[in-house]
DNA sequence: CTTCGAAAGTGAACAGTGTTAGCAATTGCT
DNA sequence: AGCAATTGCTAACACTGTTCACTTTCGAAG
């Protein structure tokens, strides 16, 4: 029973072997779209056979979702990584760095992406989903915890009124926010905010600005302006 | 070869195949989800064998593409409609009414609108596209319209200054509204507007709010309302 | 009215997919 | 050394898109 504690050579070679399927689904993934992410050309890309693989995953679900959920985690260490670049007394600059970091990982790996947020309408769900633990929380975390820290600095001005239907939702959105006693109106701003940013980077990532534009980064700049001016930090 | 004028019955037997064939998809997508649109579900469905249905689409993804072309249609004519609800007089009112539209029909037929706009990284491709007669352009171009009669209401106050990088861009986009000499900064301003529109529908249609609100309705009115004041209609 | 040809649909077949069952071999622990 | 878990294989089943050869149907021209 030794090996719950040790590594125990097995676990290692489980774990790279693991590892190495999660690269060899991310390749087919980037190289060759969605649909060539097969169990088969995975097993045959890494020497072996396809059932083999289901020593590792109990289904091809279940191998995509841990994929994606490594995506997740990718996004979110880019996403800290961005945001450590600038001192934690700059907020508002932690947070442009953030948004920028999100939309430039989004264009460079526009498959990832998809993988990761155009899949609820798609066979396989592998959506961020609405529990406390969820992968989809850890690089949300980043940007939340930002909103946060603007809030603190103060500069947020809310709407008076709120919607009583709002009420109940948002306040289940002020869990996920250990001990902070954020105002419901102002997790409204926080919402509304991720909403847009969401949605500017969502709307480029799918290539639904390619018609009009080559070069949308003037416009997302513009956005991200808009968005900073909501959460209190107009410092340009 | 008089089956060019007439319609001539086997034309007709053909055109009711091929929509049934399209209903059947389309309940299959919206039943089952999009991996469950196959040929030989569809076939099964309508008491026939696979291979009978290439004598109506050379290919799966034709089959698909037709759909999706269907669907634009559909959309474009729903969009129709809720302009046409109101005076031509009243831009300001049709563009909410579109827009407002537009949402409703995202939110009602989320499958169908997870084919049109979640696809350029899905196996499948089915987006808009970028050559002219485009079924995208179908349902673009009732909003575009209705942005080009704002316009002409005044009101709306592009930017003075327009990177150089722009010009060939919107100049390209200019070409799509058929006469009208719209300035490109105010071009600009159409293709922010539609961004934004698209981000928040696409969002909330995708379920990324799914996490906070319940209900966003009344974030997306917020939206609207800002939307249509960069369009030179605040009256609410 | 007969004949002819295009159109529509079928069944068989091929390569590919996810998945399961059963078997062989390697590996690590006692 | 021997036991047992782990790992990977082959074979097989049901499914997919697609092609080919064949039959049937049906509209139109002689």
Redo the contacts between chains.
Sequence with gaps: MTSRAAPSRRHRVREHALDEIQRTARRLLVEQ???AVTLRAIAREMGMTAPGLYRYHSSHQDLIQALASHLYDELATALAAARDEHPASEPGQRMRAVCRQLRRWALAH??E???L??K????TDT????AAHDP?WRF?GVILELMVQLWHRGGIHPPADL?T??IT??E??REHLAGEDVPLNVIYVF??S???L???V???????????????E??FE??LQDILTALGDPTG
């Design positions: 779209g969605p649909a526009p498959r992406f998809g993988l947020f155009a609820p309408l798609t066979d959506a961020p989903g609405n989809g949300g919607d239907a709002w939702q948002l289940e959105v919402v509304a991720w909403a847009r969401f949605g500017a969502a709307v480029e990532a799918f290539g639904h600005l390619d018609f009009a534009l080559t070069n949308p003037p416009l513009h956005t």
